[in-house]
């Protein structure tokens, strides 16, 4: 039932061939970039479905039977506001058979980043505010389900508002999470485990602490939402917030004065009020006094 809402077809495994022929054999007009976590190429399958497809160099000699619970996991990364998994594509060395790369296809997300269509190219067409409050729901939901949606949970997200994507229907997509995989071939802690967290904590706190980790990049990506503009600095973070922080208390015209013209144009005092609420409890120095997310979905439908 999920997978029909979702309106994707099954996971599945794709074939090196397959991989090949959707990317015309890796033509260079298919590359989308390359980061952390591999290289990015567009691909049109035999259906004529668009696909995201990232390749994984292995750094470590393993065959394919000792990365299939992380497939499992990958299979199940299936959310409304996740670009979704469709399937994966082992390629092997031929002397020994171990996996020399891996090839996760993704669903595709046309409509740009959602920095785009607030700071960036789609300057001419600003988000209003009722999408932008839709698109904090939409990327609160995704990291919801990244927490507890799915065992074990995915931490430590490292969430930009460059990574959270807008499909046909302007609905919300992160594009990039910390897949276990990835941190596992980069010799890095797994299962969401923070390579800053201490190794005195529980495992229980440790999760809490990786939890708010997200909360806060959360809520840079909302204070980018409310001031209209790309951040560069953690100064000109500390300066907004602070600035956020005094207007709450102040007039309407003090909010006003801190936040994207396009945003006081279109929303009210208190719908404005609330955002920035939320946005300045989620940079809260210290990880512990940060909401969860349950409180942030709760506040957020306030905000509408």
């Known amino acids: 039932m999920k997978l029909g809402a979702l309106g994707l077809p099954p996971y599945r495994t794709f074939s090196l061939e397959e991989v090949e022929e959707a990317t015309n054999n890796f033509d260079t007009y298919a590359f989308m970039g390359e980061g952390s976590q591999g290289q990015m190429y567009r691909g049109r399958l035999k259906d004529g479905s668009l696909v995201a497809i990232r390749c994984l160099k292995m750094k470590r000699s393993h065959s394919t039977q000792n990365f299939m619970h992380h497939i499992e996991l990958i299979s199940k990364l299936r959310h409304r506001h996740l670009v979704s998994a469709l399937g994966h594509c082992f390629e092997c060395y031929l002397d020994d058979s171990s996996v020399s790369r891996i090839f996760l296809v993704f669903e595709y997300v046309p409509n740009g980043t959602l920095r785009s269509w607030i700071s960036g190219g789609h300057a001419w067409q600003k988000l209003q505010w009722t999408h932008r409050i839709a698109a904090a729901i939409g990327v609160a939901k995704g990291i919801q389900f990244l927490h507890t949606g799915i065992v074990p949970g995915v931490y430590s997200n490292n969430l930009k508002i460059t990574d959270v994507l807008l499909d046909q229907n302007l609905v919300a997509k992160i594009s990039s999470y910390n897949l276990p995989l990835l941190a596992e071939n980069k010799g890095m802690l797994v299962h969401g485990t923070s390579s800053g967290a201490s190794k005195d904590l529980s495992t229980s706190a440790r999760i809490n602490q990786d939890q708010k980790v997200d909360v806060y990049d959360f809520g840079l990506i909302l204070l980018e939402i ?78 509408q």
């Not at 609420?277 to 306030?302: G, M």
């Open 226 to 303: 409310i001031v209209g503009r790309s951040l560069t600095s953690k100064n000109e973070v500390r300066v907004l917030k602070d600035q956020l922080q005094a207007s709450i208390t102040s007039d309407d015209t003090a909010r006003s004065s801190t936040v994207d013209p396009v945003v006081r144009r279109s929303c009210s005092d208190q719908s404005l009020k609330t955002m920035m609420e939320i946005c300045v409890s989620c940079l809260l120095k210290n990880p512990a006094d940060r909401p969860s997310v349950e409180d942030i979905l709760w506040n957020l439908h306030f905000s």
